[in-house]
């Protein structure tokens, strides 16, 4: 009994000495040949992440990830490796591995950003053969949280969000009495315009929320379904309050004239509403904990078994619990898995080095271009273009990788004897080849009627430089617009096929040429009425962008 006693008492010590750096199966210069392989391309990754309001919540997302790891590898007891993590630790350094050398070769950070989650798989199923960590894998599950949809699945679920709490505040506000008009994502007051874009992101974003019900939800050692149906009611509780924002900040505006739409007060309201979605989020994780317990009888498992719709609904609510007691395997193993080989680990190392020379030359060229256009003033474009006269002029700056361009430098134009305002803008930058202006003005809510491409029917200096136009209408109202790309060597591009309008088709294309092709500039001309546009405005907009476009190519070419 003593000699028993004594063993307990020599190993249990040992284990909780135990280091997490002596359980993974690299060295030191192996790990830091593997960290040099991912950092160019999951540099490029955190920073387009950052780079989207939706999406800052990712520095919360590895800080819950590595406390959870540290924490529960510290509190860990005698191992349970199955013949699954042996898989997994055995072959997912080499999809790892493939997975970069494919993100290296298309330059896709995206693509580097689930390969190192499938290596960090491999790694922790090797920690579980050193030590039993509790709900390891819901803590793995959180790095997805960093991996938006691919396709641009989530702007389009966000816009589509977005579209929703516009209808339903404005419902709202027809039952307040306040006269508005909600115009896609724009809400127009009687003196002033919001965006439904802004009033939906934030802290109280949809994906934040997402993120933040997640993280409770694997800290509290939730099940499978219970995470699922949390972060569905976390949708419903960011839809729910981003309504109550719209609706706080027009009824604000309306009845009082406060202006919550931006400053400390836009930011003490959303602070308030974050602070609700949570308090909502924890309420229904306690009543989903209450909804999913197992059914138990004073008989134990032996009476369960007799009721099959119990022992069904047990088995379905407890499918991957990691509260949920398993039979522990005979004669566990605490070897620590085999190292990989210096060898090996390099060439993740000479993946980075070939990725950084693609990323740091477009990188010099992007910035000397964009610096370049970054010069057009209002000044730029003459007062007078034909028969229009400027009017106004506008530089906007957007969110990197914008749809509509991070910049766009916008001239007002009117015309005395139609009384229409056309806009002539200069959008920058874009990237993987040509830019389909036509689908941008879709996703704003317009309908695109026809689309044509063909060289400019006016007389023009460069004459085999296509020109796209789009005639759209939404509600009441009437659009045309036409446009044409360049790229940053001043060289006219051609419009692709109307398979461009397929998404999934739109966004391999530009994944694609994004390591080949450089920067792309955009000159579109727009105006809107609410009478069918005559073909003489339609000559009008082509002639305008005509001219304007080869002043813009010009300014290229002379600063080359």
Known sequence: MSSVTETVADTRPQQAKLNPLDAL???????????????????????????????????????????????????????????????????????????????????????????????????????????????????????????????????????????????????????????????????????????????????????????????????????????????????????????TRICVIAIGHAWWEIDLSQGRPHEALGIVLFVLTFVALISTDRILDFLLRPIEFPGGISEQRKNPLVALWNNFT??????????????????????????????FALLGAVSLVPITFATQTTLWSVEHAQTVEADFLPKQLGTLIRTDFESIHRPAQHELGDNSKTFTYHDPESKLDYFVSFDFPFSGGWHELCVCYKNTGWTLQRRKAAMPELQAVDPEWPIVAGEFTRDQEFGFVAFSNFNADAEGLSPPTDLIFWRPWRRMRRRLLKTFSSQTFQVQVWVSSEEPITDETKQIVEATLIDARQRFRNHFKDGA
């Open 25 to 243: 199966p690299f060295s030191v210069p192996g790990i830091t040949c593997i960290v040099l392989g991912y950092a160019p391309l999951m540099f490029m990754h955190f920073w387009s992440l950052w780079s989207k309001e939706q999406y800052q919540y990712f520095p919360f997302v590895l800080l819950a990830f590595g406390l959870l790891l540290y924490t529960r590898f510290r509190e860990g007891d005698d191992p349970q490796p199955t013949a699954r993590s042996g898989v997994i630790a055995r072959y997912g350094y080499v999809i790892a591995w493939v997975m970069l050398a494919t993100a290296t070769l298309f330059q896709s950070a995206w693509l580097a950003a689930v390969s190192l989650n499938v290596l960090l798989a491999a790694v922790l199923a090797g920690l579980s053969h050193v030590r039993k960590i509790q709900n390891l894998w819901g803590i793995w599950f959180l790095l997805w949280l960093l991996i938006p949809l691919p396709l641009g699945v989530d702007t389009t679920v966000v816009v589509r969000l977005q579209r929703f709490s516009s209808q339903i505040s404005s419902a709202i506000l027809d039952m307040s009495m306040i006269n508005h008009l909600m115009t896609g994502n724009v809400l127009q007051l009687p003196d002033k315009q919001f965006f439904v874009d802004e009033a939906c992101s934030g802290i109280v974003s949809i994906m934040a929320v997402i993120a933040c019900g997640t993280i409770y939800a694997v800290w509290q050692n939730r099940s499978p379904l219970h995470i699922v149906l949390l972060i569905c009611s976390g949708v419903i509780w960011a839809i729910a309050l981003n309504v």
């Open 318 to 347: 407890q499918l991957g619990d990691p509260k949920r007691q398993r039979p522990v395997p005979a004669g566990p193993s605490n070897e620590v898995p085999p190292k990989v080989g210096l060898a090996a680990s390099s060439t």
